[in-house]
């Protein structure tokens, strides 16, 4: 299966869609929900003979050495009700006179699995890099231009004419791919968030060889937790001797009861099979995304890649240690309103509850994420950062006290990281000093990105802001026992 699309086009602009990707083989490798509308194109050149109206048909055989060639295509990835197995009954039939029935000669069965939708971790190398343009942003995507342009990636940038002032890129949709023996092509999946960017996987991704699906949520509500910045992939694992190639599926739901990742979305992960999901507990914040508190990035030793964990007793120990050394005088977000010294944010006792707290939803999540990824602490780096907790009408839930570092963006060996405007020392930021220290000696470069007005202030931060579609993994899923 190599992809799937809506009917939100007209048939006329479907019909040029698939022109665009037949060639002169005529193999359509960019499906159109209506398999009717998609047969019914090609009868000049394929005939049907079985499908979603014809369930059986009878082939006349021509005789001599002539051979029949068919040609199968999947128009659904599997899902709940669809385990991704199609299976045709072929059968030989010989006439034995007129007014009896044919007999068989010859009957086989195939069985063929539908290619899964599959998630590119971190890990993977880039091809292009996507974030937004705004009224508000020009320095942030300078900033990213540059850093993209020092790899030597790809960019694209939506345009306000169609983003509408929606910037983030990355809670509207995630990249991954389809892959078979024959053919392999990126797919997006699209959010059921439908915010002011919803027009564009369909509009300015789906194309040749480029494919799209979506999942609406219909009876169901949708929450922030239905943002794709909750949705993660990790690097490849093996827990307890079983082997996950192509990583794990990584979400954040809530533990028992709250907001929570609808069930729609959540059937498709784990109908694809091939990257075993885990759910983690991010309802206690207030967008409520895994890719707050955590992330992936690659390293030379090891697992090949470090977790990359949000802690707030890591941040208290970079402060603690500059007022230890005469420093408490120093200020965070020096030079702007918000500005604060070291001493009056360890004297401050409510954020320091509120941070016990949320060092406590972190330490949850870490613990599944060592036995379900199969890590030890050596494979984990705590980054410091600091969360306020706000009072909301359905509870307490955590917001990063100052850009959220763990919140970046992956671009091989290059990192670019909210700047967390700390405490200066001898001129440098103390807590841009502590992660470059953690993280450069992995061979990892560190570029800070001023995102603060832009991005943090309305609750996100680089990784929100952007998306990265990535090479495919050279691991072939049909190898996996499914």
Same mark, same amino acid.
């Given at each position: 299966?190599?992809?799937?699309?809506?009917?939100?086009?007209? &048939?006329?602009?479907?019909?040029?869609?698939?022109?665009?990707?037949?060639?002169?083989?005529?193999?359509?490798?960019?499906?159109? !929900?209506?398999?009717?509308?998609?047969?019914?194109?090609?009868?000049?050149? @394929?005939?049907?003979?079985?499908?979603?109206?014809?369930?059986?048909?009878?082939?006349?055989?021509? *005789?001599?050495?002539?051979?029949?060639?068919?040609?199968?295509?999947?128009?659904?990835?599997?899902?709940?009700?669809?385990?991704?197995?199609?299976? %045709?009954?072929?059968?030989?039939? +010989?006439?034995?006179?007129?007014?009896?029935? +044919?007999?068989?000669?010859?009957?086989?069965?195939?069985?063929?699995?539908?290619?899964? !939708?599959?998630?590119? /971790?971190?890990?993977?190398?880039?091809?292009?890099?996507?974030?937004?343009?705004?009224?508000?942003?020009?320095?942030?995507?300078?900033?990213?231009?540059?850093?993209?342009?020092?790899?030597?990636?790809?960019?694209?940038?939506?345009?306000?004419?169609?983003?509408?002032?929606?910037?983030?890129?990355?809670?509207?949709?995630?990249?991954?791919?389809?892959?078979?023996?024959?053919?392999?092509?990126?797919?997006?999946?699209?959010?059921?968030?439908?915010?002011?960017?919803?027009?564009?996987?369909?509009?300015?991704?789906?194309? /040749?060889? $480029?494919?799209?699906?979506?999942?609406?949520?219909?009876?169901?509500?949708?929450?922030?937790?239905?943002?794709?910045?909750?949705?993660?992939?990790?690097?490849?694992?093996?827990?307890?001797?079983?082997? @996950?190639?192509?990583?794990?599926?990584?979400?954040?739901?809530?533990? /028992?009861? *709250?907001?929570?990742?609808?069930?729609?979305?959540?059937?498709?992960?784990?109908?694809?099979?091939?990257?075993?999901? %885990?759910?983690?507990?991010?309802? !206690?914040?207030?967008?409520?995304?895994?890719?707050?508190?955590?992330?992936?990035?690659?390293?030379?030793?090891?697992?090949?890649?470090?977790?990359?964990?949000?802690?707030?007793?890591?941040?208290?120990?970079?402060?603690?240690?500059?007022?230890?050394?005469?420093?408490?005088?120093?200020?965070?977000?020096?030079?702007?309103?918000?500005?604060?010294?070291?001493? =009056?944010?360890?004297?401050?006792?409510?954020?320091?509850?509120?941070?016990?707290?949320?060092?406590?939803?972190?330490? !949850?999540?870490?613990?599944? &994420?060592?036995? +379900?990824?199969?890590?030890?602490?050596?494979?984990?780096?705590?980054?410091?950062?600091?969360?306020? #907790?706000? =009072?909301?009408?359905?509870?307490?839930?955590?917001?990063?006290? @100052?850009?959220?570092?763990?919140?970046?963006?992956?671009?091989?060996?290059?990192?670019? %990281?909210?700047?967390?405007?700390?405490?200066?020392?001898?001129?440098?930021?103390?807590?841009?000093?502590?992660?470059?220290?953690?993280?450069?000696?992995?061979?990892?470069?560190?570029?800070? %990105?001023?995102?603060?007005? /832009?991005?943090?202030?309305?609750?996100?931060? #680089?990784?929100?802001?952007?998306?990265?579609?990535?090479?495919?993994?050279? $691991?072939?899923?049909?190898?996996? +026992?499914?």
């Amino acid at each position: 299966c190599d992809s799937e699309t809506t009917n939100k086009k007209t &048939l006329d602009s479907e019909v040029e869609e698939i022109r665009k990707v037949s060639g002169e083989s005529g193999q359509v490798w960019c499906q159109i !929900w209506d398999a009717n509308k998609l047969l019914k194109l090609f009868l000049k050149d @394929y005939i049907m003979v079985v499908g979603t109206d014809m369930l059986t048909q009878k082939v006349p055989y021509l *005789g001599g050495k002539t051979e029949l060639e068919f040609f199968v295509e999947g128009l659904r990835f599997p899902d709940k009700d669809f385990d991704g197995l199609i299976t %045709i009954n072929l059968s030989l039939l +010989e006439p034995c006179g007129k007014g009896f029935p +044919e007999t068989p000669v010859f009957t086989d069965k195939v069985v063929f699995h539908i290619s899964p !939708w599959i998630m590119t /971790p971190n890990t993977l190398k880039p091809v292009e890099v996507y974030v937004c343009s705004t009224d508000d942003n020009h320095s942030f995507l300078k900033s990213i231009r540059n850093l993209v342009e020092k790899c030597g990636y790809k960019l694209k940038i939506c345009y306000e004419y169609m983003n509408r002032g929606d910037r983030w890129m990355q809670d509207e949709l995630e990249f991954g791919y389809t892959d078979s023996p024959h053919h392999q092509f990126p797919v997006v999946l699209d959010s059921p968030r439908d915010g002011d960017l919803q027009d564009f996987p369909y509009e300015s991704i789906l194309g /040749p060889d $480029f494919g799209y699906v979506t999942r609406h949520a219909l009876n169901e509500e949708v929450s922030s937790l239905d943002s794709f910045g909750n949705l993660e992939v990790s690097p490849p694992v093996t827990v307890n001797g079983k082997s @996950y190639p192509l990583g794990r599926i990584i979400i954040g739901v809530a533990f /028992p009861t *709250g907001r929570n990742m609808t069930q729609v979305v959540q059937d498709f992960l784990w109908a694809q099979k091939v990257q075993a999901p %885990i759910a983690l507990y991010s309802d !206690w914040l207030v967008v409520g995304h895994v890719d707050e508190f955590m992330t992936f990035v690659p390293a030379p030793d090891r697992k090949k890649f470090r977790l990359l964990l949000a802690s707030p007793d890591a941040g208290y120990k970079v402060f603690k240690s500059l007022q230890n050394n005469g420093h408490g005088n120093a200020e965070m977000f020096p030079g702007l309103p918000e500005a604060i010294s070291v001493n =009056e944010i360890l004297s401050d006792k409510k954020l320091q509850a509120g941070n016990r707290y949320v060092q406590n939803c972190i330490d !949850w999540n870490r613990d599944v &994420l060592k036995k +379900e990824l199969g890590l030890d602490d050596e494979d984990i780096i705590d980054l410091p950062i600091l969360f306020q #907790v706000l =009072e909301e009408k359905k509870g307490a839930r955590a917001v990063a006290y @100052y850009p959220d570092m763990v919140n970046m963006i992956v671009l091989g060996d290059q990192l670019g %990281i909210p700047k967390p405007f700390g405490p200066k020392v001898n001129g440098r930021c103390a807590l841009e000093t502590e992660v470059c220290s953690l993280l450069e000696p992995l061979g990892l470069k560190c570029t800070f %990105i001023d995102d603060f007005a /832009p991005y943090h202030k309305l609750l996100g931060e #680089v990784h929100c802001g952007s998306n990265v579609l990535r090479e495919a993994s050279p $691991f072939k899923w049909w190898n996996l +026992e499914l």
